[in-house]
């Protein structure tokens, strides 16, 4: 087991909404991704998630507000609460969620649904 450098992981890839695997611990995912702009709508039934802004402002759109979270900052979605994550700049992402967990949510897939997450 060594370190791991979070802004070296984030140099290695340049696109958005295409979360990358850096770590496990037990069943739970380490997942970086970079976001711009809106994701989907979508929840998930049987799983929390839990963002963690590296770097950049994330916007957390409920459907009764929404959260503005800050580089340093993290929010927990609780299964079951519909979402959309969002960010006007680019944005850098630390999620910490179970390995269950698909990207879109528990809905049909989209052209956004990750099905095969490659390691960084």
Do not use: Y
Not at 12 to 22: E, G, I, N, T
Not at 98 to 107: E, L, R
């Amino acid at each position: 087991m060594s370190k791991v450098n979070l802004a070296e992981k984030f140099e290695k890839f340049s696109d958005h909404w295409q979360p990358r695997l850096a770590g496990r611990v037990n069943d739970m995912d380490v997942r970086l991704v970079k976001i711009q702009g809106d994701f989907d709508w979508h929840s998930h039934a049987d799983e929390d998630e839990m963002f963690v802004v590296i770097k950049g402002q994330m916007r957390m759109a409920f459907r009764d507000r929404v959260e503005i979270v800050n580089a340093g900052e993290f929010i927990i979605v609780p299964r079951g609460t519909e979402h959309r994550p969002g960010a006007d700049e680019e944005c850098e992402i630390m999620l910490i969620e179970p390995s269950s967990v698909v990207n879109t949510g528990d809905g049909a897939a989209t052209e956004r649904t990750v099905t095969v997450m490659e390691d960084i």
